[in-house]
Nanobody, 119 residues
Framework: QVQLVESGGGLVQAGGSLRLSCAASGRTFSISAMGWFRQAPGKEREFVARINWSGGTTYYADSVKGRFTISRDNAKNTVYTVYLQMNSLKPEDTAIYYC?????????WGQGTQVTVSS
């Protein structure tokens, strides 16, 4: 099992920035990629960004490309941290943001962290 804890959400004005963090622990040796996902009210959860564990190649949804950056730290005491730097935020970025392995594992969804962007 992999344990994932998201943090860093909040309320920000349009044009502002936030950095989300995801602490991954447990069987992290089994991870080949990590991703960020989001779910807005009344909508299905969608892919936001992904980073490959080996090599660090990144991929982004078109809606966030050029504004969001996914990155990761090396393990500290067996805990890895994956970040999502979000710049130039828009009201349509308002959602609960989740991290998970990529592809996502159904057992690893956590509580997520709320991001609210006011206009």
């Amino acid at each position: 099992q992999v344990q994932l804890v998201e943090s860093g959400g909040g309320l920000v004005q349009a044009g502002g920035s936030l950095r989300l963090s995801c602490a991954a622990s447990g069987r992290t040796f089994s991870i080949s990629a990590m991703g960020w996902f989001r779910q807005a009210p009344g909508k299905e959860r969608e892919f936001v960004a992904r980073i490959n564990w080996s090599g660090g190649t990144t991929y982004y949804a078109d809606s966030v490309k050029g504004r969001f950056t996914i990155s990761r730290d090396n393990a500290k005491n067996t805990v890895y941290t994956v970040y999502l730097q979000m710049n130039s935020l828009k009201p349509e970025d308002t959602a609960i943001y989740y991290c998970n392995t990529y592809p996502p594992h159904s057992n690893y969804w956590g509580q997520g962290t709320q991001v609210t962007v006011s206009s």
